[in-house]
C-alpha cells in the first residue's frame, strides 16, 4: 500500500528542492506513509496539514537556534570535511613512513643500549660520570682549592703580627697565625700524602710549598731583629724545624722530640753537634744584627777616622810644634766610638751566646739511646765522620776577631792614659761577660798594641799589666762584698 501512495504523492515535491527526492525504501518516509494510511480521510484534510506546519515550523525554530549557538563549529567542520579528501592521503603517506622507520629505530635504539651501557668502558660516560661527580663534591674541591689562600693570608697577617709586636711586644696573634699555617700545611701534606697522583692535590701543594718557603723566610728575618727575646727565639726554631725539616740533623729526631720535656723539644733533642743547620742560622742572623746595631755607629767611625788621618799628617809632620805634643792628648771622637761600639758588643755577644745555649742544651749520647731504646729501635751505627763540631765552637772566635780588628784600628788613636785605662777595662768587663759562658779572651790585651820601640814596649807592657791588676782587684773587692751580704 504503501508504493501506490508513494507513486500518487511523487508529481507534488518540489522539483527545484536542494535535497535529494526520498526513495521509498527510505524508513522514515515508509513510516510516514504508514501513519497516512493509518488516519482516517477527515484528519487528512483536517489536521494533518497543521500538524505539518507545526512540525516545520519547530524545526525551522530549532535549525536557527541551532545554527546561532554553533555555528563556528559547523563551519570549522565544514572546513574539515571540505580538507579531509587531501590530509586522508597524506597521514596514510606518514603512517607508512613511519613504518618503514620503526625497524631502524629498534636498531639505532640496540646499538645505543649496547654503546652505552653503564658495564661497559666508554670515554663519554666516563666524561659524564666525572662531570656529576664533579658537581657534587663541588663544596669540597672549593675548599682544597681556598688552602693555599688561607695558608698565604695566615702567613702574611704573621708577619705584619710580628712586625707589630716587635714595638708593642705582644706576639700572641703571630703565634697563632703561625700555628694556623703550620696546621694547614700538614692537612696539605696529609692530603697529598692520600692522593699522590691527583694533580689538583699537587698543585696545591705546589703553591703550600711557596707559601711555607714565605714562612721559612720570614721566620728567618725574624731571627735578626733588634728586639728578639728568648721565648720567641725558641719559638721560631720550633716553627723552622716544622717548615725545613731538612735543617734537622737526626733523621728521626721528630720521633725523639715526641718524648722530650718542652726545653729540649726546642733544642733537637741531640748533643753539642745536633743543632744541625738551625744552629748555624741562628748564629748568622744573630750576627748580623750584631753587624747592623755597629753599622748605626757610622757617623761616629766617621769621626774616628778623621782623627786618625789627622794623627797619621801629625806623625809625618817634622814640625817642631808636631815633636812636642804628648802622646796622650787627643783621641776623644775614638774614645766615644769604642765605647759604644764595646758596650753594644759587650750586650749582644752575651745575649746571642746564652740564647743559643738555652735554645741549643747539649744532650748526652746516653739519654737519646735510652729514648731509642724505649721506642723499640736500636741506634744507628755511629758514622766515622759524625758528630761534627757545634757551630758555636767558632762562633767566639769570630766575635773576638771582630773586637780585636776593631780595637787594633782605632785604640792607638787615644792618647789620654785614664781614657785608654777606661777602655781597656771596659774590655776586660766584656771578656768576664763572655767567660761566664767559656769564652774569656781577656789575654788579648797583650797583644793589641804591637810597638814599635823598646820604649813603648815597656810602656805597652806595664799599661795592660797594670789595668788587668786594676780589674781583678776590683773584682776581688765585689766578690768580698757579695760574701759579706750573703752571709
Known amino acids: 500500500m504503501a508504493d501506490p501512495l508513494y507513486e500518487l504523492?511523487?508529481?507534488?515535491?518540489?522539483?527545484?528542492?536542494?535535497?535529494?527526492?526520498?526513495?521509498?525504501?527510505?524508513?522514515?518516509?515508509?513510516?510516514?506513509?504508514?501513519?497516512?494510511?493509518?488516519?482516517?480521510?477527515?484528519?487528512?484534510?483536517?489536521?494533518?496539514?497543521?500538524?505539518?506546519?507545526?512540525?516545520?515550523?519547530?524545526?525551522?525554530?530549532?535549525?536557527?537556534?541551532?545554527?546561532?549557538?554553533?555555528?563556528?563549529?559547523?563551519?570549522?567542520?565544514?572546513?574539515?570535511?571540505?580538507?579531509?579528501?587531501?590530509?586522508?592521503?597524506?597521514?596514510?603517506?606518514?603512517?607508512?613512513?613511519?613504518?618503514?622507520?620503526?625497524?631502524?629505530?629498534?636498531?639505532?635504539?640496540?646499538?645505543?643500549?649496547?654503546?652505552?651501557?653503564?658495564?661497559?668502558?666508554n670515554a663519554l660516560l666516563d666524561r659524564r660520570r666525572k662531570a656529576l661527580l664533579l658537581s657534587r663534591n663541588i663544596d669540597r674541591l672549593a675548599d682544597i682549592l681556598d688552602l693555599p689562600t688561607l695558608l698565604s693570608s695566615a702567613i702574611s697577617t704573621s708577619n705584619t703580627a710580628s712586625a707589630s709586636a716587635a714595638t708593642s711586644g705582644a706576639s700572641s696573634n703571630a703565634t697563632l697565625n703561625y700555628a694556623s699555617a703550620l696546621d694547614l700545611n700538614a692537612h696539605i701534606k696529609r692530603l697529598h700524602g692520600l692522593y699522590p697522583e691527583s694533580p689538583l692535590i699537587s698543585s696545591v701543594e705546589k703553591q703550600a710549598g711557596e707559601a711555607m718557603q714565605d714562612m721559612a723566610t720570614n721566620l728567618i728575618a725574624s731571627l735578626k731583629t733588634n728586639s728578639l727575646k728568648l721565648a720567641s727565639a725558641m719559638r721560631t726554631i720550633s716553627w723552622l724545624r716544622r717548615v725545613a725539616p731538612e735543617l734537622d740533623p737526626t733523621p728521626s729526631s721528630s720521633n725523639i722530640a715526641s718524648t722530650m720535656n718542652p726545653i729540649e723539644r726546642a733544642g733537637g733533642g741531640g748533643g753539642g753537634s745536633k743543632e744541625g743547620s738551625l744552629g748555624s742560622l741562628f748564629l748568622v742572623c744573630r750576627l748580623a744584627n750584631l753587624q747592623q746595631m755597629l753599622g748605626a755607629l757610622e757617623p761616629l767611625r766617621e769621626l774616628a777616622d778623621q782623627e786618625t788621618l789627622r794623627l797619621q799628617e801629625s806623625k809625618s809632620d817634622k814640625t817642631e810644634s808636631g815633636k812636642e805634643r804628648s802622646k796622650w792628648e787627643g783621641g776623644q771622637q775614638t774614645e766615644r766610638y769604642l765605647k759604644r761600639y764595646i758596650e753594644i758588643f759587650r750586650e749582644q755577644s752575651f745575649a746571642i751566646i746564652s740564647m743559643y745555649r738555652s735554645i741549643f742544651p747539649p744532650t748526652t749520647n746516653a739519654h737519646e739511646e735510652s729514648l731509642l731504646k724505649g721506642m723499640g729501635r736500636a741506634p744507628a751505627e755511629e758514622d766515622p765522620l759524625m758528630p761534627l763540631p757545634s757551630a758555636l765552637g767558632t762562633f767566639p772566635l769570630t766575635l773576638v776577631g771582630m773586637l780585636e780588628e776593631t780595637l787594633r784600628k782605632y785604640l792607638p788613636n787615644v792618647r789620654d792614659r785614664s781614657s785608654r785605662d777606661s777602655l781597656l777595662t771596659q774590655v776586660l768587663y766584656c771578656a768576664g761577660s763572655l767567660g761566664r759562658l767559656g769564652g774569656d779572651f781577656s789575654m788579648i790585651l797583650a797583644v793589641l798594641n804591637e810597638p814599635k820601640d823598646t820604649e813603648e814596649e815597656n810602656e805597652d807592657t806595664e799599661e795592660w799589666v797594670e789595668v788587668i791588676r786594676k780589674h781583678r782587684v776590683l773584682a776581688g773587692r765585689l766578690e768580698l762584698m757579695v760574701g759579706s751580704r750573703e752571709s
Request: hydrophobic share 30%; no cysteine; aromatic share 4%.
Open 9 to 121: 504523492l511523487v508529481p507534488y515535491f518540489d522539483t527545484p528542492s536542494p535535497r535529494p527526492v526520498p526513495t521509498s525504501d527510505d524508513p522514515t518516509t515508509n513510516a510516514y506513509l504508514n501513519r497516512l494510511t493509518a488516519l482516517p480521510l477527515s484528519s487528512l484534510t483536517s489536521t494533518e496539514p497543521q500538524s505539518l506546519s507545526q512540525t516545520t515550523h519547530s524545526l525551522l525554530l530549532s535549525l536557527q537556534s541551532l545554527s546561532k549557538r554553533s555555528h563556528k563549529s559547523i563551519i570549522d567542520s565544514s572546513t574539515h570535511l571540505s580538507t579531509l579528501s587531501t590530509t586522508l592521503p597524506t597521514l596514510a603517506q606518514s603512517t607508512a613512513s613511519l613504518r618503514d622507520a620503526l625497524p631502524k629505530l629498534d636498531d639505532a635504539a640496540i646499538h645505543f643500549s649496547e654503546t652505552y651501557n653503564t658495564r661497559a668502558e
